[in-house]
């Protein structure tokens, strides 16, 4: 009985803690979206300030290679929108996988409860 | 003993934790400010740079040479933006992108001041809480034990003992009573007549209530009995304010016998008690009802139409060749009917505002008319024109005013073709109005469509007045007619002749 108890109470932790590894990364990625798209925002501040003929140079790699100033602004007004969906996504992921802990979070008190309860009627019997 | 031990250790516990996060926060705040000052050395250095033409400096090159070098384009700075994007300032411009970045930082900093500050004064109250609990301080705590099965046990024996409590103060009360009805006896008649008076009361006031919820589902119909009754209720109450009454359905039943009650104990020696005998069938509170109904001049017309529709066709009284006159539209068999009804109406809700809108909605209509030449008939007011009895009706609907006013001019004996005065002899047995001081100054001619219309078009405005009971008035009225006809043919004649 008591084995079985532990096993799956293995079991149940293992499971905890891979959900938890998912919630961490998507948590992480949404941090790094939320940089970035304060960064943009930043970016799009400046060029707005920018005189139009001022020279615009993108880095692609190693190389920066000269843009138009309002084909800039508009690349950068689109990745702004990419961003944003990306957040939406993650937000609903992240969501779910926190629900999804929860969950295991209670089953797993419920077990340890139960486990506790094993072991002290093993204690008095011996 | 325990559980101070535990408490202790939860506590430090807690104190250890929020001074790590303390110290994270201090270091994020350490870091920004670091930002913030290599910015402000950019800002700096850019005031430098564009100060040479060429600047003579070691150039590195790799991780370990230098080369001495020339610094040029001095004022020919490549900003990046963010996200790879890079723009080319000047150095000034530079300053102030810098100048922004700052800001930008410096508001974040801000913000983790903040929450620094919050994370102090979290820590002084995890302070405090381990001196109570080490009984330090002067605070003792109180340890209040909740076990849920002895709570309900509890509840359990409440109720009992509740039970208990009320049954024997009914038993008290019981006792009481019986000896209360046992000793008095010489005074039961009057307790008696109190009891009836009550029962009265509330009889009335549940009567009224009834009539309010039947007013209220029934707006459109009207029954004498409603009336009826709901007079007594509104003479009861003191306010006949009948939309007020409506809304307040069930309040009004309480406060009915509030008052009651109130008007029974304001006198304490002296009861009052107030009985109402149930006014006549044709309660005058009808047509009251039915202006209150009446919102705009359409609804006359809605609110008549049943009415109206009974009225029978009649045949127009009028002459080709007779030019505008206002007498000629009356219909002998309507004539009076209708007469009596908006005369009725004028005469007993003077208070209300409607005759008042009909005569000023006439002045302008009335300016119209007159434009035209009153001597042709044939001329119609443009609106009137090709139009049947339903287009006039529909007129008619838009402008009762028209219609009422007409209706008081019928009134009047005929006059001259211009009716400019009211004759003085169909006055005299009548009682005075005071639409006639309005109706003084005003003149109107019916176009030539209208009078076709009769009797039938002219009902529209009046047939809510069809059925408006008798009063002395009404017999007045009655009288009037016969002797209008015969002044229509005097002026007449007198006109032929002159």
Known sequence: ?126 | MDRKIMDIEHITRLKQLEEKELADCEAKLKQWEKYIADYRDLQKSMEIYPGEVSHDIMVPFGKLAFMPGKLVHTNEIMVLLGDNWFAERSAKQTIEIAQRRIDHLESHSRKLLEEKHQLESRLSFTEEFRSIALQQGDTQEIVEEYDEEREKQWREEHKKKLMAYKKKLRDEREQTAIHETTEVTASSDLTHEDIMLRLDELEMAELAEKEMKRMEINDGQQSAEDIGDHNSYTSYDGDSDYSHDYDKDDETEEEEEEDEEDEEEGAEPHRIIIKHTPLTKESEHRPMTEFSKIRCPADIYLHSAPAMLKDPPTKSMLKKSRKGRVKDVISNQNKEHKKVCFNQGIKEHEEISLPREIADLIKPKEVSIESKNPGQHTTTPQSMDGRGPTAVRQQVRETPAVRSVVRDRLDAPADSSKLKTIPKEADAGRPPSKFRANRLGLRTELPPDRRDEGGSGQGVGFSPFVDVTQTSDRENRDVQPAKRMSKFKAQRLREQQS
């Open chain 1, 1 to 126: 009985m008591a084995e079985s108890l532990q096993k799956r109470l293995q079991s149940e932790l293992d499971k905890y803690k891979s959900v938890q590894k998912d919630f961490q990364k998507y948590v992480m990625q949404r941090q790094q979206l939320d940089a970035q798209l304060t960064e943009n925002n930043v970016v799009k501040e400046e060029l707005n300030l920018l005189k139009p003929d001022a020279t615009v140079y993108k880095m692609i790699g190693p190389v920066l290679v000269k843009q138009d100033l309002e084909e800039a602004k508009q690349t950068v007004s689109k990745r702004i929108e990419y961003i944003t969906g990306e957040i939406k996504r993650v937000d609903t992921t992240t969501k779910e996988l926190e629900k999804k802990q929860e969950s295991h979070r209670d089953t797993l008190s419920k077990l340890q409860q139960q486990f506790q309860q094993a072991q002290v009627k093993a204690a008095m019997k011996s």
